[in-house]
């Protein structure tokens, strides 16, 4: 492609002279056509969770590697798995080019550092037993790419995220996800657009495989961590719509087993 879908001018001129109104209307449009788009990304979704599925309940873990933005939706994503699946931190692992630091700043050059990814997952000890999602807009970022063919010299199954088509990550995995999305709103600012499609993708990788590692209950969150009041009130809200006991009681018994889960288990086995 001569020029990346990511990269094309934007629909809208002159967005400094509209309305504030108007750019939101604008804005919230576009939002729309990212939110649409992932329709015809499904079934590539639906392969790569299955197959993260089998490789995490044979001991696998899942990595999401990226830079920039889209680094930091892998990192948002893994850092809620164990507050509400209840799951190891070590079980999803996301990283980003630069290191911690570049989750809340920019660090210069490290995208186009080409052996910094492979070097990264490579101290996580990764092997064929993992899965890795490559996580990039444009599809060339160089930390990500090199360290996702890396990958397939060493037999380890991946994936990648994307908005833009015949890219060289889509080349690169055995599963590639392409969500075209269109120019954005701020030509090249694929923080918005093509983040929001990353995000939802996310969001629908990790629920749907952790639903199949068992790790929700009819729709209830029964795993999650109990860190705070807000998560001990839902879970104790859990347990009294299940089963006929107080709230007095359902917190006790939570207190006591640390979890809704084990909580429901006990009710089932004595009412």
């Not at 967005?15 to 109104?21: C, K, L, Q, T």
């Not at 890396?150 to 037999?155: L, S, W």
């Not at 007095?248 to 207190?255: G, I, T």
Request: proline content about 4%; aromatic content about 4%.
């Amino acid at each position: 492609m001569s020029l990346k879908i990511t990269e094309k001018d934007s629909h809208y001129r002159n967005i400094e002279a509209m309305s504030v109104a108007e750019i939101l209307q604008h804005i919230h449009h576009e939002d729309l056509t990212a939110v649409h788009s992932i329709g015809a990304c499904i079934p590539q979704i639906e392969m790569v969770i299955k197959e993260i599925t089998a490789k995490l309940k044979s001991g696998g873990r899942l990595f999401y590697l990226g830079a920039g933005t889209s680094g930091r939706l892998g990192i948002v994503d893994a850092s809620e798995c164990p507050p509400t699946f209840g799951v190891p931190h070590e079980l999803v692992i996301a990283l980003i080019a630069g290191g911690d630091q570049a989750i809340r700043k920019a660090v210069e050059n490290a995208e186009d550092n080409q052996s910094q990814g492979w070097k990264d997952l490579q101290e996580w000890e990764i092997d064929q037993r993992d899965f890795v999602i490559g996580i990039a807009a444009s599809g060339s970022t160089p930390y990500v790419v090199s360290a996702l063919e890396q990958c397939k010299k060493n037999q380890i199954a991946t994936a990648c995220i994307t908005n833009n088509p015949e890219s060289p990550i889509t080349k690169t995995v055995d599963f590639p996800i392409v969500c075209v999305v269109g120019p954005e709103f701020i030509t090249g600012s694929t923080r918005m657009k093509s983040g929001t499609s990353q995000k939802l993708i996310l969001n629908m990788i990790s629920t749907s495989v952790m639903i199949g590692l068992g790790r929700i209950q009819d729709n209830k969150m029964v795993d999650m961590k109990l860190n705070n009041q807000k998560l001990r009130v839902r879970g104790i809200n859990m347990i009294c719509n299940q089963y006929p006991i107080s709230k007095d009681n359902a917190a006790n018994l939570l207190e006591q087993m640390g979890s809704v889960r084990k909580v429901l288990q006990y009710l089932e086995s004595i009412l």
